[in-house]
């Protein structure tokens, strides 16, 4: 009996649009974070072709200015066979120096047997506009005690399983499969044929299968950067692994009754608007010189918005939310929380020691690199170094961060209550502020007590590194709805939950696997449904398109109203917090960058006044609220890609200055040139214009 199993890294992973035929490669390293072969920080994409080379600025955009995707990369890695999986796994087949061996055409096992083709399949679906409205001041909330809220798109007739509902609103680009050995390309597009995986390692096609997309349900739509036909493509490198690109991120709308573009009149559920994200799962059979066949535990590709700040790591990332969820939900770690058999809460274990370089110092780097992509004050950034220049070596209570006085804690009851508690950013629906995941707290607290280990303690393997990676890049947190995924992603419910059982590994999604027999198909009929619906008792797994369903649609719109807010925007509009209620806050500062340093302007390493990241023509704001944003949300769709992205001074290839690599620098925006007049950047606090007072009546 085979004693090895194999495994899909990263369990997750994003795929980033762009407008560019060219791509470079998501990255596998955590945002921020010191790494050992230099003095690049993680979190930088990678160069096309090469295993782990960073970009720099050069390579963002093509010779002709276009901006180019980020492909998903996904990797094999065999493990030992247990009887009970722990987490992290050390169980990886090893080289002769100790290193986990990746599985690829060639590789040769202990039991003799030597990989001759990977046969990978996916499928990618967006269901946005079919499913339910996005509500922002509830959250996950929405789905609770049976209720769902409104459908998207009411004005189509019908259930949200409806067939004629779902054929008008769906994009389904249905699945394909590729040899790696053949060097295949495939395209999830409207006009090729799907197909799937089937027996000992056979490609099937699927022609009856019913591939949906908008032109095939409207007779004209609004298409400003073309149409939308497509939602990516997968191919295989040298070694056999699977990249998936992204699409465009491009947007089509409807026309209204009067023949002009259906208006957009909010920024999360447009009617008659739709996008190219996508999302779905991802799975390989290994093929073997003796003839046999196996399959890998799959993963999950979803694509999405791009990335505008690799390196500046979130204070709370997915990784942090959903590393959270593992540890208090289902087992990952015993000697750090324990949960009895049918309790609902359970308690973390004071005899477990944190290491400080491994669960310590990434939210102190975090804390600190938020000056990048906000507009902080003098004392703020001040307050950050000192955060920043904490060493595993210092008295915890000899630092800033003594009895952490300034971290909000996730334990109480202070969400609504701002400066001086950290993060000082908005939080999740319902909350004025963001806290810290109660897992990070408690870290904190086992640092705080001087509970810590020092020195590189790292145990995890090189597929559990980069699946951390890949979330750890990722907005947590504040999921009003989110940027690469939402609240969705932290209910244990998505995931396969016997992972110590089965083989799987945590953090691994599961998969709807009677939907993905791809049986029973009919050209006329949908084959997928409206899917799975949180805090629904629904433990079947995920269709293509569960994950991105809960996003903002068009994406667009959502990303370029997610800059800086009153408080009140979670809470019903009515200000709960303890501050002014029209301080303005920032929402996604490190996944959308509000303020930054534009590398043109700077010389000598001194920096120069900020810019709003999004600005020139179209983005002069009377309100302070509505700063770096397009103003006409129609541009956002249009100019998304302008955007300029911050990266490490040291990656900054700019004539022949030099900049330093503490130095976190815009490069490549194409919305103004230097000079131009844009509006001044204030330092925090500052506040959206007061509402005017109401006249009173002057008659008697």
Same mark, same amino acid.
């Given at each position: 009996?085979?004693?090895?199993?194999?495994?899909?890294?990263?369990?997750?992973?994003?795929?980033?649009?762009?407008?560019?035929?060219?791509?470079?490669?998501?990255?596998?390293?955590?945002?921020?974070?010191?790494?050992?072969?230099?003095?690049?920080?993680?979190?930088?994409?990678?160069?096309?072709?090469?295993?782990?080379?960073?970009?720099?600025?050069?390579?963002?955009?093509?010779?002709?200015?276009?901006?180019?995707?980020?492909?998903?990369?996904?990797?094999?890695?065999?493990?030992?066979?247990?009887?009970?999986?722990?987490?992290?796994?050390?169980?990886?087949?090893?080289?002769?120096?100790?290193?986990?061996?990746?599985?690829?055409?060639?590789?040769?096992?202990?039991?003799?047997?030597?990989?001759?083709?990977?046969? /990978?399949?996916?499928?990618?679906?967006?269901?946005?506009?079919?499913?339910?409205?996005?509500?922002?001041?509830?959250?996950?909330?929405?789905?609770?005690?049976?209720?769902?809220?409104?459908?998207?798109?009411?004005?189509?007739?019908? *259930?949200?399983?409806?067939?004629?509902?779902?054929?008008?609103?769906?994009?389904?680009?249905?699945?394909?499969?590729?040899?790696?050995?053949?060097?295949?390309?495939?395209?999830?597009?409207?006009?090729?044929?799907?197909?799937?995986?089937?027996?000992?390692?056979?490609?099937?096609?699927?022609?009856?299968?019913?591939?949906?997309?908008?032109?095939?349900?409207?007779?004209?739509?609004?298409?400003?950067?073309?149409?939308?036909?497509?939602?990516?493509?997968?191919?295989?490198?040298?070694?056999?692994?699977?990249?998936?690109?992204?699409?465009?991120?491009?947007?089509?709308?409807?026309?209204?009754?009067?023949?002009?573009?259906?208006?957009?009149?909010?920024?999360?559920?447009?009617?008659? /608007?739709?996008?190219?994200?996508?999302?779905?799962?991802?799975?390989?059979?290994?093929?073997?010189?003796?003839?046999?066949?196996?399959?890998?535990?799959?993963?999950?590709?979803?694509?999405?918005?791009?990335?505008?700040?690799?390196?500046?790591?979130?204070?709370?990332?997915?990784?942090?939310?959903?590393?959270?969820?593992?540890?208090?939900?289902?087992?990952?770690?015993?000697?750090?929380?324990?949960?009895?058999?049918?309790?609902?809460?359970?308690?973390?274990?004071?005899?477990?020691?944190?290491?400080?370089?491994?669960?310590?110092?990434?939210?102190?780097?975090?804390?600190?690199?938020?000056? !990048?992509?906000?507009?902080?004050?003098?004392?703020?950034?001040?307050?950050?170094?000192?955060?920043?220049?904490?060493?595993?070596?210092?008295?915890?209570? *000899?630092?800033?961060?003594?009895?952490?006085?300034?971290?909000?804690?996730?334990?109480?009851?202070?969400?609504?209550?701002?400066?001086?508690?950290?993060?000082?950013?908005?939080?999740?629906?319902?909350?004025?502020?963001?806290?810290?995941?109660?897992?990070?707290?408690?870290?904190?607290?086992? !640092?705080?007590?001087?509970?810590?280990?020092?020195?590189?303690?790292?145990?995890?393997?090189?597929?559990?590194?980069?699946?951390?990676?890949?979330?750890?890049?990722?907005?947590?947190?504040?999921?009003?709805?989110?940027?690469?995924?939402?609240?969705?992603?932290?209910?244990?419910?998505?995931?396969?939950?016997?992972?110590?059982?089965?083989?799987?590994?945590?953090?691994?999604?599961?998969?709807?696997?009677?939907?993905?027999?791809?049986?029973?198909?009919?050209?006329?009929?949908?084959?997928?449904?409206?899917? !799975?619906?949180?805090?629904?008792?629904?433990?079947?797994?995920?269709?293509?398109?569960?994950?991105?369903?809960?996003?903002?649609?068009?994406?667009?719109?959502?990303?370029?109203?997610?800059?800086?807010?009153?408080?009140?925007?979670?809470?019903?509009?009515?200000?709960?917090?303890?501050?002014?209620?029209?301080?303005?806050?920032?929402?996604?500062?490190?996944?959308?960058?509000?303020?930054?340093?534009?590398?043109?302007?700077?010389?000598?390493?001194?920096?120069?006044?900020?810019? /709003?990241?999004?600005?020139?023509?179209?983005?002069?704001?009377?309100?302070?609220?509505?700063?770096?944003?397009?103003?006409?949300?129609?541009?956002?769709?249009?100019?998304?890609?302008?955007?300029?992205?911050?990266?490490?001074?040291?990656?900054?290839?700019?004539?022949?200055?030099?900049?330093?690599?503490?130095?976190?620098?815009?490069?490549?925006?194409?919305?103004?040139?230097?000079?131009?007049?844009?509006?001044?950047?204030?330092?925090?606090?500052?506040?959206?214009?007061?509402?005017?007072?109401?006249?009173?009546?002057?008659?008697?």
């Amino acid at each position: 009996m085979n004693n090895i199993v194999f495994r899909v890294h990263p369990t997750v992973n994003f795929a980033r649009f762009g407008t560019s035929e060219e791509y470079i490669l998501s990255p596998e390293t955590s945002a921020g974070l010191p790494q050992k072969e230099s003095n690049v920080t993680g979190g930088l994409p990678i160069k096309e072709g090469t295993d782990n080379t960073p970009i720099t600025s050069k390579d963002l955009r093509d010779e002709d200015g276009n901006l180019k995707k980020q492909a998903a990369r996904f990797r094999i890695y065999a493990y030992e066979k247990q009887s009970e999986a722990t987490y992290p796994d050390n169980n990886g087949l090893k080289d002769s120096k100790g290193a986990d061996i990746e599985v690829t055409i060639g590789t040769k096992l202990p039991d003799g047997r030597t990989v001759t083709d990977l046969v /990978w399949s996916s499928h990618l679906a967006n269901k946005k506009a079919a499913v339910y409205n996005v509500v922002n001041n509830k959250g996950i909330k929405a789905y609770a005690d049976g209720k769902v809220p409104q459908l998207r798109n009411p004005e189509v007739h019908g *259930e949200i399983d409806d067939p004629s509902r779902l054929n008008v609103l769906m994009i389904d680009a249905g699945p394909r499969a590729i040899r790696a050995s053949s060097n295949e390309t495939a395209s999830f597009s409207r006009c090729t044929k799907a197909s799937c995986v089937k027996g000992c390692a056979q490609i099937e096609p699927l022609p009856n299968y019913p591939i949906r997309f908008p032109e095939d349900y409207n007779d004209e739509l609004y298409e400003p950067n073309g149409p939308l036909n497509t939602l990516g493509e997968m191919l295989t490198d040298d070694q056999g692994r699977l990249l998936v690109l992204p699409s465009t991120g491009n947007a089509v709308g409807q026309y209204d009754e009067y023949g002009v573009p259906i208006q957009m009149t909010g920024d999360l559920n447009n009617v008659g /608007w739709f996008d190219s994200a996508a999302d779905g799962p991802v799975n390989v059979t290994l093929v073997f010189d003796d003839g046999s066949t196996e399959e890998a535990f799959g993963a999950w590709v979803v694509c999405g918005d791009p990335a505008y700040a690799p390196q500046i790591r979130n204070v709370v990332s997915v990784w942090d939310d959903v590393y959270d969820m593992f540890v208090r939900d289902l087992s990952l770690q015993d000697n750090l929380y324990c949960k009895k058999s049918g309790e609902s809460e359970g308690s973390y274990k004071e005899s477990y020691k944190p290491n400080f370089a491994e669960d310590i110092k990434p939210i102190f780097i975090a804390c600190d690199l938020q000056r !990048w992509t906000a507009n902080l004050p003098p004392m703020a950034l001040h307050a950050h170094s000192a955060v920043m220049n904490i060493t595993e070596q210092n008295d915890p209570n *000899e630092t800033i961060m003594a009895a952490l006085n300034f971290v909000r804690n996730p334990n109480k009851d202070e969400t609504n209550i701002g400066a001086p508690l950290m993060p000082l950013s908005l939080g999740a629906a319902g909350t004025s502020f963001m806290t810290v995941t109660k897992t990070q707290y408690f870290m904190l607290e086992q !640092w705080s007590k001087g509970q810590f280990t020092k020195g590189d303690e790292s145990k995890l393997s090189a597929g559990e590194r980069i699946d951390m990676a890949s979330m750890a890049n990722c907005l947590g947190g504040r999921y009003v709805p989110g940027i690469e995924v939402s609240y969705t992603i932290m209910d244990r419910e998505i995931y396969i939950q016997d992972w110590k059982e089965s083989g799987s590994g945590p953090f691994r999604i599961k998969h709807d696997a009677a939907v993905l027999g791809y049986n029973n198909l009919q050209k006329d009929i949908p084959y997928l449904t409206s899917g !799975w619906i949180p805090l629904h008792d629904m433990r079947d797994g995920l269709q293509p398109g569960d994950i991105s369903k809960f996003m903002a649609t068009p994406w667009q719109t959502d990303y370029n109203s997610c800059s800086i807010h009153a408080t009140a925007i979670n809470t019903d509009g009515v200000n709960k917090s303890n501050g002014a209620e029209s301080t303005l806050y920032w929402s996604w500062p490190a996944q959308r960058p509000d303020a930054v340093y534009v590398a043109e302007e700077v010389f000598n390493n001194v920096l120069p006044k900020q810019q /709003w990241s999004i600005r020139g023509p179209g983005t002069y704001a009377i309100n302070p609220a509505a700063a770096a944003t397009f103003q006409d949300p129609l541009q956002s769709v249009n100019d998304w890609h302008k955007i300029g992205f911050i990266i490490q001074g040291s990656n900054v290839e700019i004539g022949t200055q030099k900049f330093s690599s503490e130095l976190y620098l815009e490069v490549q925006s194409q919305l103004s040139r230097s000079g131009d007049a844009t509006d001044p950047v204030p330092a925090w606090p500052f506040n959206a214009n007061q509402p005017k007072a109401k006249r009173k009546c002057s008659h008697k």
